[in-house]
Each structure stands twice: as C-alpha cells, then as structure tokens.
C-alpha cells in the first residue's frame, strides 16, 4: 500500500499563489461572496498562510507559505467526528465522505491546523465558474465540512487508466493539482514508502520540518525550510 | 369543587391549578410570540444555512453550543440537589424537591435540542444512530444526556403519583389524565413502600448519572488539542459551574414562584438562607478552580496558551471575563456573607447574577479557543447575529412557559410530602436525634 505524501520546498516557492487558484478550481470550492468573506467564511482547500511580515505598510513584506490540510498519520480530526465522516484511508489519505456528514463542526474544533472549511451557506456562484466545473468532483451542498483531499478523484482516474491499460499505477500518474500547477516545482507529490521516489527522498533533507510536529499528529505534508539569506 | 369536605390545610398548593389569572394568559401570550419568532429565525436558519448566524471561520461554535452548555448545566440544579437532600435525610428540602425536579425535565429538553439546532445537517441526525461511532465524545454526550432525562424524569414522575391521586380524588378538570397517571395509587401501605423503594434507588442512581453528563460535556471540549480545553480539571470544573448555576436558577425559581403563587408559608427566610449558604459554597469552589485553572496557564506561559490567556484577561474578551468574575464571586461573596444583605431579594440579585455570570463562563470558554487558533492565523471575531440572539430569547421563553404549563397541571411543590413532614417528621427527627446523642445513663464517674 502506498503513503502519500507532500513536500513543498520554501526555497523555490515564490509565493505566486497558483496552488490556491488552480485548488480552488479543481475542486469546485465555492466562491463565497465578499460580505462573507469579510466575515471569515471564505473557503480555500489550499491557502496562503501569513507567517511572518517584515517592514512596516505601506513597504511591508509579507512572508506566506502554502498550505492545506496536513494529512495527518494521526488526524485528530477523524477521532471525534461521530459519524465516521472523515477518515483516513489505508493509503493514508484522510478522507471526507460528503453525504455523511452531520455538519456539527467538531472536527474543524479539533483541527491544530484550522484545515477544514464549511460551507456556511450557498452563494450564487459566477456563471462562467458554474460553466467550467470540474465533473470528477461533487459540488457540496450547504452546511457541511470539506477539506483538502489530495484532489483524491485524481487518483480514482490514474488508477482505472493504469487498470485499463494492464500496468500498474506509476508515480507520474496521480499528482495533485496544486503540484501540478506550481511554475516554480516547488510541490512534490508521491508516495513517502517508495525508497524510489522523490518525496522519499526530499524528506530526508535536512532542511525538512512539519508544522507543530509536537502535538504528534504526524503530518504527512512536508516543508523544506527556506535558506536565509 | 368546593365541596367544604376538600378544602384542606394545603389548599394555596392547589389553588394554581384551578385559578389563572389574566396576567398569566397574558405573560403566556408573549412567550409564546417570542417562542414561535424563534422557531422562524430557526426555520430560516434551515433554508439559508448556518451563514445567519455569526458563527464562521475559525470561530465554528458560538451562541447555540453556549446555550447547549449553560442549559445542561442549569439542570443540575434540580435532581441532583433534591437527591443529594433526600439522602442526607434534609427536612427542609420538603417544598423544594419537586421545583428542583421540574427544572432538570424542561431543561434538558431545551439544552438538549441545542446540539440538533447547531447542526448544518439536521436532516442527517439519524445518522448518529445509524453509523454512530462510539469513540466520538459527541456520542457519549448523547447517551448521557438521555439517560439522564429518562432517569431525571422517572424521578419526577414517581413522587408525583400520591399528589396526582389526590387531585384525581378532588375531581374537576383533566381528571381523565390524572387518572390514568396515578395509577391508581390509593396510599395503602404496600403502595407507599413500593413507592419509597422506588425513589430511594432512583435518587441513588441519578447522582452518578447526573455527575457524568456534565463531565462528558467538558470532555467535549478537553478531549481536543485546543489551547485552552484542553485541561485535565475540566471535568470537574464543569461539575461545580454545573450545580452553582443549578442552585441559582432553583432560588430564582422559588422566589418568583413564592411571590406569584403566595408560598410564603411553605417557602420561608429559612430555606433561602440554606440555599444561599449553599451558593456561597459552590462560589467559592468555582472560583478555587477558575484560579487553578488560569494560575497553572499562567505560571506554565505556553506561547498558544497565553495567546488564549491574555485574549480572556486584557484583549477582546476582557469586558466579559471580568463581569464573570463580578457575576460568579464578588456580587455572591458580598450579599451571601453579609447578614444585612442576605434577605430574599439580596440572595435573588446574588442568584440572578450567578446566572448571568455562568453563562458567560461558558462564553468565555467556548469562543476565545476557537478565536485563537495555534497557528499564527489573524484572531478570529465571533458576533452573534439576530437568529442566534433570538433563539436564546426562545429558549429561555421555552423555560418558563415550560413552568408555566406544568404549574396548571401539578402541584409545585410536593402535597404529600409536606403532610407527611408535617405529620411524622417530627416524631422520626427526635427518634433520630437520640439515637446521635449519647443518652444520660452512660456518663462514667
């Protein structure tokens, strides 16, 4: 079986924010409008996390890192959700099954990450956003959680074509959106237990580190720490 | 009716049951308005989604889980105090057992709705029972809190049956119901024990019962890695908040109903001086553990968890933090340890304010943590809109026309039991007290 994983290396991430674009569309997430976006509703699978500023406005500059639900080895947020909404795939993907769940928030309570979105209410989407869905995913309707999934019907599709084609599944095959858009290649997907592999291999860097690895959630999203210079 | 044969000694504990007055239609009236512009803000709530409310991201909890909170709480006023009474043998929990009962019944059901309210899902709720994982400390919640209804209800239901006979005796309106309620209890003998064993298990058994359902709520919370829940004192924390509130809402309770219903002979300076003794006790116990709670977060200087401390103490939740403490200890400490001020309407503001102020305990525990997220978000804001504003006002119309409708069907407080205080109570203290005291022909020389 393998594990999934990520690893976005800072040194090459220009912060251009096409990971988040591209998400947003691949996975039909709702564009909320802009009162409520003010208000903390916006939805974004794949964001820009501020994390530090320097300099003060109008010459600030503002140092973000991508990020996105951190598909965890040991999600908090599956053990307290009372409907087995969300859980973690053998293949270590946590998932999210959209008609089961309740909406009744406690794993976005439980989230260190603040990772997991709700669909607070419908808002009329942007005609020529409804025209280019994509098909492979669900639309959400009202009043559930969503979450990054590692564009998971990517995977349902690589795996029928590989089955298609009598081979098996190879590394080209599956790659998140967000890693496929990057135009600096500063996303690496594939599988962590595959010596072959690169993530396998970049997570050994040492300039590797997750986010809160002391609360021992195991986060299978790696960063690569930037190089000071 | 008013065949002179009924008119007995305890007839002001039947008279609301027979007489209403045109400012109860009236106060029902308005409650019921209030009531019913809440069931359309939910239903409104239901079509547009939970965008009407405040709520939002990282603040995904707010007023309804409050409310969920603070309403369990306040049901531990009821059984758990009249058991505790009943079993330490308390004479003077005779007119007080049965309010304390009411309360825990209704609300349970306004607090236990609260949850469904705070769903997006409603329509989904089944799916707790369908595929249900009992690891969810959301379905532990649920298992105790109903079980704690039904024992809570058995337990008001059984000392009802005598007083349910007896107004089934006296004839009049809804006597088919008494009827079948009192099944067909005549006070014989048997029936009395059968009855007292019944009662005495139960008041056993809903103190553990009553004891769980408030700490499996904090575990809602303390079983998360948020700063701020997650705290091993919770569980009790939440116990003692749970009875101070509990007790509060009881005095405020008897004092209305005191004045509307004229209980001054049942319910005197005495009872209120007791229970007041008692609110002192559980303040000072809230506010011990307020101070361990905060003092250990404070000393231990966790980078998250002082974001969360200092956001309680001197930023956005300051005002609210500090009318809690004047709520929960300063006004309760000022007119519960000053004899001049501990009259009945000085124990009602102390009452009125604990109230008040334990509600915004659970404010204060719930917003600020989710405000505060560990990574270095922007702090999240939490402003309740109209729907959850109104749905409290809805809630707490839905308590007192709750009491209003069960004082039109039953006594308040317990005929029964104060005939039978009056009757044998004195006799079987002194018996008691003898048997505490040494008797005088065993002095040694």
Not at chain 1, 30 to 59: C, F, T
Not at chain 2, 16 to 30: C, H, N, Q, R
Not at chain 2, 431 to 440: G, T
Request: aromatic share 12%; glycine share 6%; proline share 5%.
């Amino acid at each position: 079986m393998p594990r999934y994983g990520m690893v976005i290396d800072l040194n090459k991430c220009n912060q251009c924010g096409a990971c988040v674009t591209a998400c947003k569309l691949e996975n039909n997430v709702q564009i909320v409008s802009k009162e409520n976006a003010d208000m903390g509703r916006a939805m974004y699978w794949m964001k820009m996390l501020d994390i530090n500023y320097e300099g003060s406005y109008p010459e600030i500059r503002p140092t973000n890192i991508p990020m996105l639900c951190q598909q965890c080895d040991e999600p908090s947020c599956t053990k307290v959700c009372p409907v087995r909404a969300t859980y973690k795939r053998d293949d270590g993907i946590v998932a999210q099954i959209y008609p089961q769940c309740i909406g009744c928030r406690y794993c976005m309570a439980n989230c260190p990450y603040t990772a997991k979105v709700f669909n607070w209410l419908k808002d009329e989407q942007p005609v020529e956003n409804e025209k280019c869905y994509n098909t492979d995913v669900s639309v959400r309707p009202k009043g559930i959680v969503e979450k990054c999934t590692f564009c998971i019907h990517r995977l349902q599709k690589a795996k029928e074509n590989a089955k298609s084609e009598h081979r098996k599944l190879e590394e080209d095959d599956y790659i998140p959106a967000c890693a496929e858009v990057c135009p600096s290649n500063a996303i690496y997907f594939g599988d962590l237990d595959d010596p072959k592999s690169q993530v396998a291999k970049l997570v050994h860097d040492y300039r590797k580190f997750t986010l809160q690895e002391e609360l021992g959630t195991k986060p299978k999203v790696y960063y690569l720490s930037a190089k000071s210079e | 009716m008013n065949d002179p044969q009924y008119i007995d000694e305890d007839e002001v504990l039947f008279r609301p049951i027979y007489e209403t007055s045109k400012s109860f239609y009236i106060l029902a009236a308005v409650l019921v308005v209030l009531l019913l512009f809440g069931v359309f803000m939910y239903v409104r709530q239901l079509v547009y989604g939970l965008g009407v409310t405040g709520m939002n991201e990282p603040v995904s909890w707010g007023f309804y889980i409050i409310t969920f909170v603070f309403f369990i709480g306040i049901s531990h006023a009821g059984t758990l105090i009249s058991a505790i009474l009943r079993l330490s043998k308390a004479e003077w929990r005779r007119p007080i057992t049965r309010m304390a009962e009411v309360i825990t019944g209704i609300v349970l059901i306004i607090g236990g709705i609260h949850p469904i309210i705070d769903l997006g899902r409603p329509d989904r709720i089944l799916h707790i029972f369908e595929r249900g994982r009992l690891q969810s400390p959301l379905l532990w919640d649920m298992t105790s809190i109903t079980a704690y209804f039904t024992a809570s209800t058995i337990y008001l239901y059984l000392p009802l049956i005598p007083d349910i006979a007896l107004l089934r005796d006296r004839g009049g309106k809804f006597n088919k119901l008494y009827r079948i309620l009192s099944w067909g209890y005549q006070g014989t003998e048997k029936q009395k024990h059968v009855l007292e064993r019944a009662i005495n298990i139960l008041m056993v058994m809903v103190i553990p019962i009553a004891i769980s359902v408030h700490t499996v709520i904090s575990w809602i919370f303390s079983m998360t890695l948020q700063p701020g829940w997650h705290s091993t004192i919770f569980g009790p924390y939440f116990v003692v908040g749970a009875i101070f509130s509990g007790i509060a809402a009881l005095i405020i309770v008897m004092i209305v109903f005191r004045k509307v219903f004229h209980f001054e002979d049942y319910l005197k300076q005495i009872h209120f001086n007791y229970l007041g003794t008692l609110l002192l006790v559980m303040s000072l116990l809230w506010f011990y553990f307020t101070f361990a709670e905060y003092l250990t977060t404070f000393y231990g200087h966790e980078p998250t968890e002082m974001r969360v401390f200092l956001y309680k103490f001197i930023g956005g939740y300051y005002p609210f933090f500090w009318l809690m403490v004047i709520c929960n200890f300063l006004i309760p400490l000022i007119f519960l340890t000053n004899k001049k001020l501990k009259t009945i309407p000085g124990i009602l503001v102390a009452s009125i304010a604990v109230v008040i102020g334990m509600w915004l305990e659970r404010l204060i525990i719930v917003v600020p943590s989710l405000a505060n997220p560990r990574l270095p978000y922007p702090t999240g804001m939490y402003i309740p809109s109209l729907t959850e504003v109104s749905l409290l006002v809805a809630a707490s119309s839905a308590f007192i026309l709750g009491f209003m409708g069960f004082s039109k069907l039953f006594p308040l407080i317990s005929i029964w039991e104060i005939k039978e205080g009056r009757e044998e109570s004195v006799r079987v203290v002194s018996e008691r007290l003898n048997e505490y005291l040494p008797s005088k022909g065993h002095i040694r020389k």
